[in-house]
């Protein structure tokens, strides 16, 4: 069974970095892309940031020059480093398996989620 553990979001002032972790189980996650999305409150889920097998990356206009996604194959382990923080960037953070990668980056699907993690940035 594939499992997606979300980690390191919390509270953080504009301008403020955060690093989230996503601990992947259940198959070798090292040939599958993954990703990152996000669900502010009352809109819907974007995507945000993948990474292909072989660390081919893709953001969000949005987040691009901010925002770092990078892999560690040996842990199952993929991150989001999130620096520069904006208010709107407040959202539930999931991590996000799925192949191929353009599921996630073109039609912002994806096989399979973890629980999300709270992002907040006060302004």
């Known amino acids: 069974q594939v499992q997606l553990v979300e980690s390191g979001g919390g509270l953080v002032q504009a301008g403020g970095s955060l690093r989230l972790s996503c601990a992947a189980s259940?198959?070798?996650?090292?040939?599958?892309?993954m990703g990152w999305f996000r669900q502010a409150p009352g809109k819907e889920r974007e995507f945000v940031a993948a990474?292909?097998?072989?660390?081919?990356?893709y953001y969000a206009d949005s987040v691009k020059g901010r925002f770092t996604i990078s892999r560690d194959n040996a842990k199952n382990t993929v991150y989001l480093q999130m620096n520069s923080l904006k208010p709107e960037n407040t959202a539930v953070y999931y991590c996000?398996?799925?192949?191929?990668?353009?599921?996630?980056?073109?039609?912002?699907?994806?096989?399979?989620w973890g629980q999300g993690t709270q992002v907040t940035v006060s302004s």
């Open positions: 996000a398996v799925s192949s191929p990668i353009t599921t996630m980056v073109n039609r912002h699907e994806s096989d399979y």
């Open positions: 259940g198959r070798t996650f090292s040939i599958y892309p």
């Open positions: 990474i292909s097998r072989i660390d081919i990356t």
